[in-house]
């Protein structure tokens, strides 16, 4: 599944299997009983042999914001159908973010869930697991359980109960670890198109919980986290003044950071996700002051994603978006500010990332220009954004969006401007934060053909395509040698010369086709000195190469 803060596409894992999970353990359930899949080593045929002898089947599914992952797909309806046909009397229960309803695609209103032999869970999973097998009659009738939400106390439990779970996971250590602060939006006023205000108001988890958690997970072997689940961090734990915004409170983001850090202390990545770029506009000395908590203790390479959404003002207004464009110019100034730094993994410390949505009230053919000439403003002041999503609106039930018919009015302009964004934004964007040269740390080979496809584990992760097939689930560092729209080109670092395969010798800063010949002509190579020696200006291709002989 994916939500647009809690992400459940491998390499991630999402709260929810954990919590189901703790939530089995606490019910007394040995952890020995309890198996966790994904769909996509459902379709690989695993997990058969259970599917007759199990005694509930639980499905985390939805699709909030519909995205296409390079590994891993989330499960459709007819997935799910065929799941219950094959668990015949087994009960098979459904829930996650597809309580509010199935879409695949923006532009599209999603649709209710109703499915035979299929119990769909209304409120919280991880309670109703709960509150089942609680009960005497629970587990033989499903539907004799109430549907309610999960409190933060339970979260608690269950969080820190159901942390083995993550071994079950294909991607095993390397799996990042999504971690909830909160949910539900502190604004008095909503957003037409979102989702999160039907979970209330913010409701915060103890930062004792969260560590306590990050713990458990650490004692499994997790060493990847992100800070994920939540509409804003900058708002975690925020004063309620009774205005519009909270006001941010950065000893609260101190004392979280430095508790996950000294639960886990060789944890191998701790990123970010979401950020309100309207807190950071509306308390700029708070909101500077928890950038700079943030870079003190996480790792490089982190995204602050922020949901501006449109830098039409006429949009902003009709769907009382949370920030005008100037405010999110602001916001993206202070973490450039802060974060724009490089770190030791070869990526700027923290960017900040921006999401569009388009088919929202309001919207005209002037609002891509809008957001065109926004997007512009911030690369003529070279400033640094590391990720624009751009996406049209998915309708759910109980938003102000649903009762407007406005998606899919201007699709021909949406793609448009979106293939205007990836040629003129993008790509130079791209230049900018990795320029040709710098050495990427950790990148794990993840899909390969005649191109290699990998990234480094981390919130919003650079595609890197490596002209070569390489071994699969295996770190390396690589050299930037050249961009697509949304993805760069890479070498092996140090590529050694003496064995690489033609076309990543092609790939050496500044040396081509030509070039190449002569290097392979004249391999092996005794050192440096001898590739000096034999050809003539090599001197720039010495720092990203090694000879093995
Ligand atoms: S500020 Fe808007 S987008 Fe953010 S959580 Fe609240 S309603 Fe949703």
Redesign the pocket.
């Given at each position: 599944m994916d939500e647009?803060a809690c992400l459940g596409v491998p390499p991630y894992i999402s709260p929810y299997p954990r919590y189901i999970a703790g939530a089995m353990a606490e019910q007394g359930i040995s952890p020995d009983h309890i198996q966790y899949l994904t769909i996509d080593q459902v379709r690989q045929g695993q997990g058969q042999d259970i599917l007759g002898k199990t005694a509930l089947i639980v499905i985390i599914a939805g699709m909030t914001v519909p995205g296409r992952y390079l590994r891993g797909t989330p499960i459709n309806p007819g997935e799910i159908s065929d799941i219950a046909r094959a668990a015949g009397d087994t009960p098979v229960v459904l829930g996650g973010p597809i309580r509010l309803g199935y879409g695949s695609q923006g532009g599209m209103k999603a649709i209710a869930m109703d499915m035979q032999d299929i119990i769909p869970v209304k409120g919280d999973i991880e309670a109703f697991i709960n509150d089942i097998l609680a009960s005497s009659a629970g587990l033989h009738d499903p539907e004799t359980v109430a549907n309610r939400m999960r409190s933060t106390s339970e979260i608690a439990k269950w969080g820190a109960r159901g942390a083995f779970v993550i071994r079950h996971h294909p991607d095993y250590p390397h799996v990042m670890c999504e971690l909830e602060t909160y949910r539900?939006?502190?604004?008095q006023?909503?957003?037409s198109?979102?989702?999160?205000?039907l979970y209330g108001d913010a409701d915060f988890r103890e930062i004792r919980d969260v560590v306590c958690e990050v713990e458990a997970l650490y004692g499994y072997g997790a060493r990847y986290f992100r800070i994920g689940r939540q509409?804003?961090l900058f708002s975690y734990l925020a004063k309620d003044t009774g205005g519009d915004m909270p006001v941010p409170r950065p000893e609260a983001l101190e004392q979280l950071y430095r508790g996950i850090r000294s639960a886990a202390p060789d944890l191998r990545v701790l990123h970010m996700d979401?950020a309100?770029p309207?807190t950071i506009a509306s308390y700029p000395d708070e909101s500077e002051e928890i950038a700079r908590i943030i870079v003190k203790y996480h790792t490089p390479g982190d995204v602050a994603a922020m949901?501006m959404?449109s830098a039409d003002p006429r949009v902003v207004r009709a769907n009382?978006?949370?920030a005008m464009s100037d405010d999110v110019l602001e916001a993206v100034r202070l973490i450039n500010r802060v974060g724009g730094a490089r770190g030791d993994n070869g990526l700027p410390e923290l960017l900040p990332g921006l999401n569009f949505i388009h088919g929202l009230k309001g919207e005209s053919e002037e609002t891509f220009h809008h957001n065109f000439q926004f997007l512009k403003g911030l690369l003529d002041s070279d400033l640094m954004v590391r990720r624009i999503n751009i996406r049209q609106v998915m309708a759910f039930p109980g938003t102000r969006i649903w009762q407007e018919d406005t998606a899919y009015r201007y699709h021909k302009q949406f793609i448009q401007f979106k293939d205007r964004v990836r040629k003129e934004i993008d790509r130079p964007m791209l230049e900018r934060m990795v320029p040709v040269g710098t050495v990427l740390r950790d990148v794990m080979c993840e899909v390969s053909d005649s191109i290699t496809f990998g990234r480094q584990i981390a919130s919003y992760p650079l595609l890197v395509g490596i002209p070569a097939t390489m071994p699969l689930k295996r770190f390396i560092d690589v050299t930037v040698t050249g961009y697509g729209q949304r993805s760069i080109t890479g070498i092996p670092y140090p590529l050694d010369i003496n064995h690489a395969v033609p076309r990543l010798i092609g790939e050496l800063p500044g040396v081509g086709k030509k070039r190449a010949r002569s290097i392979l002509k004249g391999r092996p190579y005794r050192d440096k000195d001898d590739l000096l020696a034999q050809l003539e200006n090599m001197g720039n291709i010495l720092p990203y190469i090694t000879m093995k002989n």
């Open positions: 647009p539900g939006c502190a604004r006023n909503h957003c198109f979102c989702t999160e205000p509409p804003d979401n309100n309207a949901g959404e009382c978006l949370k």
